[in-house]
């Protein structure tokens, strides 16, 4: 719906968010637990140091695992849907772009750290019914902490590796994600890769902690000469406090601009003619927009004339905050399964089994700090043990490979997880 319009060219849209088609809870069975302990206390001896190493508090935690976090890549899938059956390579690479960026918009204001996953821990996400995909995930080393994942359905397969770096810097944590991603579209053999971005956390000590997004990102498709990249913008003088989640970008053809991409990370991307977007004119009418809607925390947004949107992220739950500013998407992550028979199917490694993380769920915060100490103690002895004993242990469900787009080291997945014989998986909990 448009409610307005200016006449050097922008319009303002209402997005019209929804709820997801596919919510199965809009709450956790316990909200947030408040603690009086601060970051800065935990935190203030590891200034520069990889926080990936150090065990902190689980009052600092949100009951899911990293697995999981990497799965609510999935939340917009059915974009790659589309994308396998748009015949324009210009709108396949769009769509492929939002898909990429659309993962961004659950860490908007979701500033608890996911659970570190065990060595060999798993997570599935079997969505084939309803949507057509199966998703899979291991962590395929400890140190340094890599999480693998592969997704795939009759259209399209989303895969690659996950190595976070988490880094203190006195009044704000960067994570650097080291992070590989592949999208192939199979009806056109295209194949799709990015790397994530930067992500930093601000305001540990004073004020109002929020997330911004830093640098750029450049997605290439290796077969048809289409390039996009995007670049997330600083926080800047019209946020008095906050992020900006400003980013603007281009789609490039054999290195030609022809298209605008712009938006912000947490709701919403356009995009339009290259020509018309830089305007001088007409940028300097829809920065201020877009600003102005940003300060009013308003789903009416400021779009550039002959402009398509490409995604919208969904709208949250109206309690999110309680609950750790968790998705609808999110929420249902850790969700048991309702049947004994869907239970039963699920290995002995999955994250949903996990007991710490369960109570956590629950609300019982002093026994799942007891569980998450148990496990860990667990982990180091089991470690221990098969050094002692020279047993050379590997992952069950992906095997280490060379990235095939010479990004380096990768992990390449077997396919043999959904045979669903589980009797080899390792007692991890």
């Keep these: 719906m448009t409610s307005g319009s200016d006449a ?33 206390s935990v935190l203030k001896h590891m200034v520069g140091k990889d926080l990936t190493r150090f065990t902190v508090p689980i009052l600092f935690n949100e009951p899911l695992s990293f ?35 659309s993962s961004l918009s659950a860490n ?56 976070p770096r988490l880094r203190f810097w006195g009044t704000s944590i960067e994570c650097q994600p080291k992070a590989m991603f592949t999208v192939r ?50 926080s800047s003088s019209w946020i008095k406090s906050g992020p900006d989640f400003h980013f603007e970008g281009e789609i490039a ?21 290259y020509a018309t977007f830089h305007n001088k004119e007409i940028h300097k009418v829809w920065l201020a927009a877009f600003h102005k809607a940003l300060e009013a925390k308003s789903d009416t947004v400021p779009l550039v004339t002959d402009s398509t949107i490409l995604w919208k992220a969904h709208r949250k739950p109206q309690e999110s905050s309680q609950f750790y500013n968790m998705t609808y998407f999110a929420l249902a992550l850790n969700e048991k399964p309702k049947d ?29 700090a007891d569980e998450k100490h148990r496990l860990e103690e667990k982990q180091r002895a089991a470690r221990l043990r098969h050094k002692d004993e020279k047993v050379a242990v590997r992952p069950a469900w992906f095997e280490e490979a060379n990235d095939e787009h ?11 997880y959904w045979k669903r014989d589980f009797a080899k998986c390792e007692d991890i909990f």
Excluded at 10 to 39: F, G, M
Excluded at 68 to 92: F, N
Excluded at 133 to 157: C, G, L, W
Excluded at 265 to 270: C, D, I
């Design 108 to 163: 908007a204001f979701r500033l608890s750290k996911p659970f570190n996953p065990l060595w060999f821990e798993t997570f599935e996400l079997d969505r084939s019914e309803d949507l057509g995909y199966r998703f899979v995930a291991e962590q395929v080393s400890h140190h340094p902490p890599v999480s693998a994942f592969h997704a795939t359905s009759d259209d399209y397969e989303f895969y690659g590796n996950v190595s």
């Design 185 to 234: 579209l199979k009806k056109f053999n295209e194949t799709y890769t990015w790397e994530a971005a930067s992500i930093s956390i601000h305001n540990l000590i004073m004020g109002e902690m929020y997330m911004d997004v830093n640098g750029t990102t450049s997605l290439k498709c290796r077969e048809n000469g289409y390039e996009s990249k995007v670049t997330f913008k600083k």
């Design 340 to 368: 004994r028979e869907a239970q039963e199917r699920l290995p002995p490694t999955d994250c949903r089994i996990r007991p710490d993380m369960r109570l956590m769920e629950d609300g019982d915060i002093d026994a799942a």
């Design 67 to 101: 697995l999981q976090r990497i799965a609510e890549s999935m939340e917009y899938a059915p974009i790659l849907k589309e994308a396998s059956t748009a015949s324009d390579p210009l709108r396949r690479i769009e769509l492929v772009g939002a898909f990429a960026l």
């Design 8 to 40: 050097r060219g922008v319009i303002h849209q209402n997005l019209d968010r929804q709820v997801p088609p596919n919510a199965t809870r809009d709450r956790l069975p316990s909200a947030v637990k408040k603690s009086d302990l601060s970051i800065w």
């Design 406 to 416: 010479g990004r380096g080291e990768s992990w390449r997945f077997t396919g043999t």
């Design 253 to 273: 053809h054999n290195k030609t601009k022809v298209r605008a991409l712009y938006g912000s990370w947490a709701t919403f991307l356009a995009s339009c003619p």
